[in-house]
């Protein structure tokens, strides 16, 4: 079997056609789709972040990095979803007004898919009235965000607020989550749970839909 460094470097160098033809390989070698996703391709995102941050990346290389992440990520979700389960709640989510970055919120809504729960996916750059709205019209248990910029962090509390004037904010769990936010932020914003991997997102939504069990 190749070595999976080549799929963190093929995301690294936004190579999505070896990206893909690696995750094929691995997935079809026996390779979990989990670890693929969290000793790989979510190391290799954050090394393509180091290199934008001390300039040695720019806006160009980071959509061809997505670019590759994406492309690896779309054999990888159907895996991580369960299929044919009654779903045991329902989720809305959505990666917070101002803010592009859909990659973590979409490995997020294949984790809670894989946990048996239905994902009403608002997509990016999403307001807090499109939240309050889908609270008020679908039955839902859950409201999952994230930011991954920390100045669209500030966009989880005005929907917080939102939900709240809207006086729905009983009605649901909120879970929020993306690379700046804290476990102190979800506390200081008055969140029910955060946690720092999609991985960890489907025992935390029935963490918090079961207290005690
Ligand atoms: C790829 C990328 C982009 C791509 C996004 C493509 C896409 N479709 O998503 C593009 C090129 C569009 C982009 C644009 C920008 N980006 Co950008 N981007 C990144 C990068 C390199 C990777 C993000 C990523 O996908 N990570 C991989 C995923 C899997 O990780 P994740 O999102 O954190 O999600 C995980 C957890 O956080 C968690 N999680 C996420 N959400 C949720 C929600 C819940 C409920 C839960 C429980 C868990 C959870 O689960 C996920 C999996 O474990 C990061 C660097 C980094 N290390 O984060 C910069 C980064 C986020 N970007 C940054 C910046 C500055 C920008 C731009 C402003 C650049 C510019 N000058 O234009 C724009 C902003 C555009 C906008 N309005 O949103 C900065 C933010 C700095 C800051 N402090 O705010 C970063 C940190 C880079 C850096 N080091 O400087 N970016």
Redesign the pocket.
């Known amino acids: 079997m190749q070595d999976l460094k080549t799929l963190s470097d093929a995301i690294i160098n936004g190579d999505f056609k070896t990206a893909r033809a690696t995750t094929e390989q691995a997935l079809a070698s026996g390779v979990g789709p989990v670890i693929l ?2 000793d790989y ?2 190391p290799a ?2 090394e ?3 290199r ?2 001390c300039n040695e990346y720019f ?1 160009p290389e ?2 061809l ?2 670019r590759a ?2 492309s690896a990520l779309e054999l990888i979700r159907p895996l991580l979803s369960a299929t044919g389960v009654q779903p045991v709640g329902r989720v809305v ?1 959505g990666t917070v007004k ?8 979409n ?2 809504a294949s984790m809670l898919e894989g946990g048996g729960y239905e994902i009403i996916d608002l997509g ?1 750059n999403v307001s807090p009235e499109q939240f309050v709205s889908a609270v008020q019209e679908k039955d839902v248990q859950i409201v ?9 962090m500030a966009s989880m509390k005005q929907t917080i607020e939102a939900l709240e004037q809207a006086g729905i904010r009983n009605r649901v769990k909120i ?7 804290t476990e102190r932020y979800a506390r200081e914003i008055g969140a029910d ?9 489907a025992s ?1 939504a029935k963490q918090v839909l079961n207290p005690i069990s």
């Open positions: 996703v969290q391709m979510v995102m954050n393509v972040g180091r934008f941050e806006v980071l959509l990095a997505a992440m994406k989510l101002g803010d592009l970055h859909d990659i973590g919120k490995l997020v990016v999952a965000m994230s930011a991954l910029l920390t100045t669209t879970l929020i989550g993306g690379a700046p936010v749970g955060y946690s720092e991997s999609a991985a960890a997102a935390l």
